[in-house]
């Protein structure tokens, strides 16, 4: 079974740091572009970037989260990490990976309702308050 599993959400202050986990199950998350999303209450899902699959990694951000969100990967433990720093009230939301062989594909996926990412996770809620 293909599957991931977000992990690393909680309670943080404004101002503070968390990393979110995305580990993969039943296949190489290497073989993978991986993005980030998130989604507030009544908010559509929003794209925070994403990492290439294979050695390179490179990364990509829109300009809302660029500078405060970084992602990496960690492939002898099949795992993507979002390290997101100076954290915002407006920053809460249940935060999801996404798994796809073409990093385009998580790249358009909130703008082109044609294309889905293969594999979601279940996400893992984040909440910024003091």
């Known amino acids: 079974q293909v599957t991931l599993v977000e992990s690393g959400g909680g309670l943080v202050q404004p101002g503070g740091s968390l990393r979110l986990s995305c580990a993969a199950s039943g296949f190489t998350l290497d073989d993978y572009a991986i993005g980030w999303f998130r989604q507030a209450p009544g908010k559509e899902r929003e794209f925070l970037g994403a990492?290439?699959?294979?050695?390179?990694?490179?990364?990509y951000y829109p300009d809302s989260v660029k500078g405060r969100f970084t992602i990496s990967r960690d492939n002898a433990k099949n795992t993507v990490y979002l390290q997101m720093n100076n954290l915002k009230p407006e920053d809460t939301a249940v935060y999801y990976c996404?798994?796809?062989?073409?990093?385009?594909?998580?790249?358009?996926?909130?703008?082109?309702?044609?294309?889905?990412?293969?594999?979601w996770g279940q996400g893992t809620l984040v909440t910024v308050s003091s």
């Open positions: 996404a798994a796809d062989p073409i990093l385009h594909t998580l790249i358009v996926f909130t703008t082109d309702k044609d294309r889905n990412p293969e594999v």
């Open positions: 990492i290439t699959r294979g050695g390179g990694g490179s990364q």
